[in-house]
């Protein structure tokens, strides 16, 4: 019965690869418990279209409510619509010197790429300053003024029963 098939029986039988969108939604979810709720990672999708191709654009980026509307790129991912291989690594880490993105084939090269930079001193340095800037807020030392019009402070709720002031 299998030489009658015209499948190629193992890409139907072996494991699905995780598509990049995928990836980088499950590397976003700790962000959040990690950092106590101070900071918190999502992935923007765009699609852009021309007449012959149509191209998806992921891209994570760190943001936090005690920071609105703040938001940290991280990396962008780009891929055709249909595959999500060869998929375009877009960050500092990963650009080459002419400008080129670093293009990955392989669910391990993406995985290698974005441990790259998630884990680069660019990543670091950013967390650490959106991590300073809100525990700066929640203690009432400073205030955020956005384009002079909205101010962020943050006051304790003194009917908070956890024991938590914020």
Same mark, same amino acid.
């Given at each position: 019965m299998s030489s009658d098939i015209l499948?190629? +029986?193992? @890409?139907?039988?072996?494991?699905?690869?995780?598509? *990049?969108? %995928?990836?980088?939604?499950? /590397?976003?979810? *700790?962000?959040?418990? #990690?950092?106590?709720?101070?900071?918190?990672?999502? +992935?923007?999708?765009? #699609?852009?279209?021309?007449? $012959?191709?149509?191209?998806? $654009?992921?891209?994570?980026?760190?943001? %936090?409510? /005690?920071?609105? &509307?703040?938001?940290?790129?991280?990396?962008?991912?780009? /891929?055709?619509?249909?595959? &999500?291989? &060869?998929?375009? +690594?877009?960050?500092?880490?990963?650009?080459?010197?002419?400008?080129?993105?670093?293009?990955? %084939?392989?669910? @391990?090269?993406?995985?290698? @790429?974005?441990?790259?930079?998630?884990?680069? &001193?660019?990543?670091? @340095?950013?967390?650490?300053?959106?991590?300073?800037? +809100?525990?700066?807020?929640?203690?009432? %030392?400073?205030?955020?003024?956005?384009? =002079?019009?909205?101010?962020? $402070?943050?006051?304790? =709720?003194?009917?908070?029963?956890?024991? =938590?002031?914020?």
């Open positions: 499948w190629d +029986v193992s @890409a139907l039988e072996g494991e699905a690869m995780r598509s *990049p969108s %995928s990836i980088l939604i499950e /590397h976003a979810k *700790p962000v959040e418990e #990690l950092t106590k709720g101070e900071l918190r990672a999502e +992935v923007r999708t765009g #699609l852009f279209k021309d007449r $012959s191709s149509s191209v998806l $654009s992921l891209t994570l980026y760190l943001t %936090s409510d /005690h920071l609105p &509307p703040y938001r940290y790129d991280v990396v962008c991912l780009r /891929h055709p619509e249909e595959l &999500p291989y &060869p998929c375009d +690594v877009i960050s500092e880490e990963t650009v080459a010197f002419n400008g080129e993105p670093l293009e990955v %084939s392989t669910e @391990a090269d993406l995985l290698d @790429a974005l441990k790259q930079v998630m884990r680069s &001193p660019r990543v670091n @340095a950013a967390i650490s300053s959106m991590r300073v800037r +809100v525990n700066e807020l929640r203690s009432g %030392s400073q205030k955020l003024v956005i384009d =002079d019009e909205i101010e962020v $402070s943050f006051e304790p =709720d003194k009917g908070n029963d956890n024991g =938590d002031p914020f």
